[in-house]
């Protein structure tokens, strides 16, 4: 996934490295560190899903695993493990939408909605085992558009605030 944040940088999140980096003042392309610790030893995290907010951080999506980088440093990390529906899984896709909630596009899991404001999750059930969530895009009138390997969603309620199990209404295309 590539995202331009407002300042002219480009993120993209990498399989093999994790965040790269490109500054828009400087052609120089950056690597930028996202492992984890165990003991002595930094092992190296994947990004598969990025998304850069107007105020300059970075939400990154990864396996098992929603982080928020504040251009310094991960400033919050969310574990989706307890969320999910399987031990393992990882975020393709980020979009906020206009009530700022992030849609998130998990591997085989499809769609969960998450409010940073309230740390809450909920699933969007889309009637479907096993969906991959590829792209998001939300119009004018805030309606959200899903895109999976099957085809497309549209959502025609809009999310206010996620509750335990969203209640969304779609039409496949």
Same mark, same amino acid.
């Given at each position: ?45 994947? +990004? $598969? ?9 970075? #939400? !990154? =999506?990864?396996?098992? *695993? ?24 990882? +975020? $393709? ?9 992030? #849609? !998130? =596009?998990?591997?085989? *899991? ?64």
């Amino acid at each position: 996934m590539i995202q331009e944040d407002k300042f002219g940088n480009v993120w993209i999140g990498n399989y093999s490295s994790g965040l790269d980096f490109i500054s828009h003042n400087q052609s120089n392309f950056h690597i930028i560190p996202y492992f984890y610790e165990i003991g002595e030893t930094k092992i190296r995290k994947r +990004i $598969y899903g990025v998304k850069a907010n107007p105020d300059g951080t970075v #939400w !990154l =999506g990864g396996e098992n *695993e929603l982080s928020l980088y504040d251009g310094h440093q991960i400033s919050r990390r969310v574990n989706l493990s307890t969320y999910m529906y399987r031990s393992y899984s990882v +975020i $393709y896709t980020i979009e906020k939408d206009k009530n700022n909630n992030l #849609w !998130l =596009g998990i591997n085989d *899991e499809g769609v969960m909605c998450y409010n940073p404001q309230k740390d809450f999750f909920s699933h969007v059930d889309l009637d479907v085992d096993n969906l991959d969530i590829r792209v998001f895009y939300e119009d004018e009138d805030g309606t959200m558009l899903i895109g999976s390997e099957i085809g497309l969603y549209l959502s025609l309620i809009h999310i206010s605030e996620p509750t335990r199990q969203a209640e969304i209404s779609y039409a496949v295309f």
